[in-house]
């Protein structure tokens, strides 16, 4: 990456230490980029014996997930709030605090409400991999790290899987480390630019939240 492209990351890292009122309550295309996701004991593909549980995993298609073990080093680029339903086709996804259907969305979600996401997405950088990916953190569990991957904004990380327990039951979260030696494989400026302009001017899904769109989604989900 050209000096100017590292320039940006670090002037929005250093323009951002202190999150918004939005921001904060999230803590407690055309171009194609990956989501990176921790695959738990309630993944299907888990349950299916075809990944490996409390593993990171890039998910490419419905039949390609590139395993990429209990951690890996990313760069922290920037971040967005998102709030999700999950269907039975492709999550519908708005990224518009104060817009209706994001609040619809939201709402549900802190309610913890089945199938209902909330929370930043962050884009990182993997130098391994030499690759763009996502990482939304909209459960209650990944919310609980938000805060401290958007703190390491413009840094390398490590984001290493994790079991957790309570008394009641036992699933897979996340810790963010600090990357003491950093891999310095890192994109060409114009891809770059390209991505992080994509990943900051994204297009909300078109279907207006109503609850008789709800009703239909739980209706067809049922069949």
Same mark, same amino acid.
Request: with cysteine; glycine share 4%.
């Given at each position: 990456?050209?000096?100017?492209?590292?320039?940006?990351?670090?002037?929005?890292?250093?323009?951002?230490?202190?999150?918004?009122?939005?921001?904060?309550?999230?803590?407690?295309?055309?171009?194609?980029?990956?989501?990176?996701?921790?695959?738990?004991?309630?993944?299907?593909?888990?349950?299916?014996?075809?990944?490996?549980?409390?593993?990171?995993?890039?998910?490419?298609?419905?039949?390609?997930?590139?395993?990429?073990?209990?951690?890996? /080093? $990313?760069?922290? =680029?920037?971040?967005?709030?998102?709030?999700?339903?999950?269907?039975?086709? *492709?999550? &519908? !996804?708005?990224?518009?605090?104060?817009?209706?259907?994001?609040?619809?969305?939201?709402?549900?979600?802190?309610?913890?409400?089945?199938?209902?996401?909330?929370?930043?997405?962050?884009?990182?950088?993997?130098?391994?991999?030499?690759?763009?990916?996502?990482?939304?953190?909209?459960?209650?569990?990944?919310?609980? /790290? $938000?805060?401290? =991957?958007n703190s390491q904004m413009g840094r390398?990380?490590?984001?290493?899987? *994790?079991? &957790? !327990?309570?008394?009641?039951?036992?699933?897979?979260?996340?810790?963010?480390?600090a990357c003491s030696e950093p891999d310095e494989n890192l994109p060409?400026?114009?891809?770059?630019?390209?991505?992080?302009?994509?990943?900051?001017?994204?297009?909300?899904?078109?279907?207006?939240?109503?609850?008789?769109?709800?009703?239909?989604?739980?209706?067809?989900?049922?069949?």
């Open positions: 990456m050209a000096e100017s492209a590292l320039s940006i990351i670090l002037a929005e890292a250093q323009n951002e230490t202190e999150l918004t009122t939005e921001l904060a309550d999230l803590t407690r295309s055309a171009k194609f980029t990956p989501p990176l996701r921790v695959y738990g004991g309630e993944s299907k593909v888990v349950k299916l014996g075809q990944f490996p549980l409390n593993h990171l995993g890039i998910y490419k298609s419905k039949d390609i997930i590139e395993d990429l073990g209990e951690q890996v /080093e $990313a760069v922290v =680029i920037a971040r967005r709030p998102r709030a999700s339903i999950l269907t039975s086709d *492709k999550p &519908i !996804s708005f990224f518009k605090p104060g817009n209706p259907n994001y609040e619809h969305v939201k709402t549900r979600a802190l309610s913890k409400e089945k199938n209902y996401l909330v929370g930043l997405e962050f884009l990182f950088w993997l130098p391994a991999t030499g690759q763009f990916v996502t990482f939304f953190c909209g459960n209650a569990t990944l919310r609980n /790290e $938000a805060a401290k =991957i390398h990380v490590i984001i290493k899987t *994790k079991i &957790i !327990s309570n008394t009641q039951n036992v699933w897979c979260g996340i810790e963010t480390l060409a400026e114009q891809l770059f630019l390209e991505t992080l302009d994509e990943f900051k001017n994204p297009l909300d899904s078109e279907v207006q939240m109503t609850d008789q769109t709800q009703n239909q989604q739980q209706q067809a989900r049922a069949r």
